[in-house]
């Protein structure tokens, strides 16, 4: 019997080749390969933030295919720039993407928390009832709790809530020496 694949949307801010974001993003592209190569089908959804000077991710929608997986990278809006100096990834076309097409996937893959993609798989799991799988690694460390208290207790409460499919996976390590891993 061949088992079907199981379908994930990958919904992120940034995504590789963006690498001035550091190392996230080359463990999310290592991931994704991992799975696609152990019966996984991966689509990745992300904004061209750290993109905006290479001409192929101007677009308002560009699709690519990296590592055998499917990314589309979406124009953002610095709407938000008093969120942080990305904007909060904030994108109507990803938006608007993710609603259309999250019925399609088994699961809903996020690699952060606080930014707006987040928000829109969050939306996406409770209109089509999809298991939302947060993987908030470093995200919840008390630097990080101490930069927009507000927002983020509002957004975990939302994300939290006792009859959610959400399941937030994250490392979050105590202070040892005054430094935060």
């Known amino acids: 019997m061949i088992r079907n694949k199981k379908r994930i949307l990958c ?25 696609t190569k152990n019966n996984f089908e991966i689509e990745v959804v992300t904004t061209n933030a750290g993109l905006e000077d290479r ?9 690519k295919k990296l590592d055998g997986i499917k990314t589309i990278y979406f124009s953002r809006i610095k ?9 909060w990834h904030f ?5 608007i993407y993710v609603l259309q097409n999250a019925k399609n996937f088994d ?16 939306i996406a799991s409770k209109i089509y ?17 101490s930069q927009m ?3 983020k207790k509002h957004l975990l409460e ?10 937030i996976n994250t490392l979050c390590f105590k202070r040892r020496r005054g430094v935060v891993p």
């Open 129 to 145: 009832n999809k298991k939302l799988i947060i993987a908030a690694t470093g995200k919840l460390t008390p630097w990080v709790w």
């Open 107 to 122: 699961v809903i893959y996020c690699r952060s928390i606080w930014n707006f993609p987040t928000i829109a798989a969050y």
């Open 79 to 87: 709407l938000f720039d008093f969120f942080n100096s990305s904007g």
């Open 55 to 63: 001409s192929e991710y101007k677009l308002n929608k560009n699709i």
């Open 149 to 151: 208290t507000i927002k």
């Open 11 to 35: 919904i992120v801010p940034t995504y590789y080749p963006a690498s001035k974001f550091g190392g996230p993003i080359q463990a999310l592209r290592s991931l994704n390969y991992f799975l």
């Open 158 to 167: 939302i994300y939290s809530k006792k009859n959610s499919s959400t399941f």
């Open 91 to 95: 994108s109507i076309p990803l938006f």
